[in-house]
């Protein structure tokens, strides 16, 4: 099928992927007295007194926003907010079909960092929680960052965490598969934007000890010049060998590859300069650093990518539903680090030893049991750490 063309004829049929439905009926004089004035009155007057029941008494308990400013779509690049509604929309419709979760689409025509912090944060009263969506680095970082602190609703950049959430999981198990230690295994991860930034952090959270992060110019390390701030700070945490070389040297001895970067820039040769047992994630989309083909032809034990069409799909849609859910049910205030941690966990958790193997170690996008493993995962451990507001 030629994707492409089939969607855009779908888009002009559907003309656009989500809608409203309504909950309350409007039928008669007395319907709309309840459901509007004068009857609306009340239930504003109660939120007026205290801003918590309108989780109670409007959908925001239910409702989470997808925002992007349009600079980094899909692989697309800076196409702006407006072209990048279909994606947004497509974002919506997976939080709906696989959570549950009501999104809005909202696209900002702004690339400035203070606009986009204050459009937001003037808009989080309408909703339970916020997920950015293919913002560009660096600015995506200071976006996130600021908007945590002054927002009292939930906060995530799926690019950056729900990526690591699942990768996560995929290393997991993929280190059952090969019998190796996480905390013993060297972990190359090239790509050192949004997705390879938070990748790095949240392995190194989740117990990795030697990782070497890599750009486009080679291996990052302690002092070396033109990082970005948070590239900076990984850097004092990683490649503690301070080797200054290229992919290809960093590879050498290694026991993950871990690729958000480009199509087609692992060879054979660097995959096979790795220790046994290796594993290699390269998931660049839609053409992946090195084909799965290639990497078990030099070696590698397991191997994952970002594609349907492959084994051991590495897919966003694994972790954010559910993580909304799940935050959304403890009306979280936040999400932290141990409950990225616990989705991780959920999704890892559904691999029963039996079946686990090189082919299978992260469950199907389809998998009924991941969105609401994961909603709970993150519903108790919201609890346990005190981040819930759920009265009781």
Request: with cysteine.
């Amino acid at each position: 099928m030629n994707y492409a063309e089939m969607s855009l004829k779908k888009h002009y049929e559907w003309k656009g992927k989500i809608e409203v439905s309504q909950r309350a009926t409007v039928k008669s004089r007395e319907d709309l007295s309840l459901a509007y004035t004068p009857g609306v009155a009340a239930p504003c007057l109660e939120i007026q007194k205290d801003e918590s029941k309108s989780y109670e008494l409007t959908r925001r308990w239910n409702t989470v926003a997808v925002i992007t400013d349009g600079t980094a779509v899909l692989g697309l690049g800076d196409i702006g907010p407006v072209a990048g509604m279909p994606v947004m929309e497509g974002k919506a419709l997976l939080f709906k079909a696989f959570g549950n979760v009501d999104a809005i689409p909202l696209c900002i025509k702004s690339k400035d960092v203070d606009e986009l912090v204050r459009t937001i944060y003037l808009l989080s009263g309408s909703f339970g929680g916020i997920n950015l969506e293919d913002i560009s680095a660096p600015r995506c970082f200071e976006v996130e960052r600021r908007l945590k602190e002054i927002c009292d609703i939930p906060v995530f950049h799926d690019d950056q965490h729900g990526t690591a959430i699942v990768l996560g999981a995929a290393l997991m198990n993929a280190l059952k598969v090969v019998k190796k230690e996480i905390g013993a295994v060297r972990v190359v991860i090239n790509g050192a934007g949004s997705a390879g930034v938070a990748i790095a952090s949240f392995l190194l959270n989740l117990g990795v000890k030697d990782m070497i992060l890599c750009d486009r110019f080679g291996t990052l390390y302690d002092g070396k010049e033109g990082m970005t701030e948070p590239q900076q700070q990984l850097a004092r945490k990683t490649n503690t060998e301070r080797l200054d070389g290229s992919l290809a040297d960093a590879m050498k001895g290694a026991d993950v590859f871990i690729g958000v970067s480009a199509p087609n820039i692992v060879s054979r040769e660097m995959v096979a300069s790795m220790n046994a047992g290796a594993i290699v994630f390269p998931m660049a989309n839609p053409t992946p650093e090195i084909s799965p083909e290639d990497a078990l032809a030099a070696g590698a034990a397991v191997v994952g990518t970002g594609r349907s069409d492959f084994n051991n799909q590495i897919n966003n849609v694994l972790a954010f539903p559910g993580i909304f859910r799940g935050a959304l049910d403890a009306r979280a205030s936040a999400i932290t680090e141990d409950m990225k941690l616990a989705a991780a966990y959920g999704i890892a958790s559904l691999i029963g030893e039996d079946e686990l193997n090189a082919e299978y170690i992260i469950p199907k996008a389809f998998d009924p049991r991941v969105a609401e493993t994961v909603a709970k995962a993150v519903y108790d451990c919201a609890v346990r750490e005190g981040v819930s507001r759920i009265k009781g």
